[in-house]
């Protein structure tokens, strides 16, 4: 059975870190590309930042860049995702991606909220 389950999300004061996790069971972790997504309130699902297989390749939003660090761990079939100087403009609930040619999984979301 596949599995996607986010942690780390909170509320947070502008400014502010988070460490999201996301732990994967199921399937071959180490095969799919790994992506962070994020919803807010009345918006669309939007890419916050993905990685390649073997970490060896990132890429982010603008909107995040600079600010949002995603990293993995392909013996703890772990995706991370490091967001500092968070902005209200972050506050989404954070969904992890799993995906291999036509093959995507997601994870039922952690929420983020920035706010003081």
């Known amino acids: 059975q596949v599995q996607l389950v986010e942690s780390g999300g909170g509320l947070v004061q502008p400014g502010g870190s988070l460490r999201l996790s996301c732990a994967a069971s199921?399937?071959?972790?180490?095969?799919?590309?790994m992506s962070w997504y994020r919803q807010a309130p009345g918006k669309e699902r939007e890419l916050v930042a993905g990685?390649?297989?073997?970490?060896?390749?990132?890429n982010y939003a603008d909107s995040v860049k600079g600010r949002f660090t995603i990293s993995r761990d392909n013996a703890k079939n772990t995706v991370y995702l490091q967001m500092n100087s968070l902005k209200p403009e972050d506050t989404a609930v954070y969904f992890c991606n799993a995906a291999r040619a036509a093959t995507i999984y997601w994870g039922q979301g952690t929420r983020v909220t920035v706010s003081s």
């Open positions: 990685i390649s297989s073997t970490g060896g390749s990132t």
């Open positions: 199921g399937f071959t972790f180490s095969s799919y590309i």
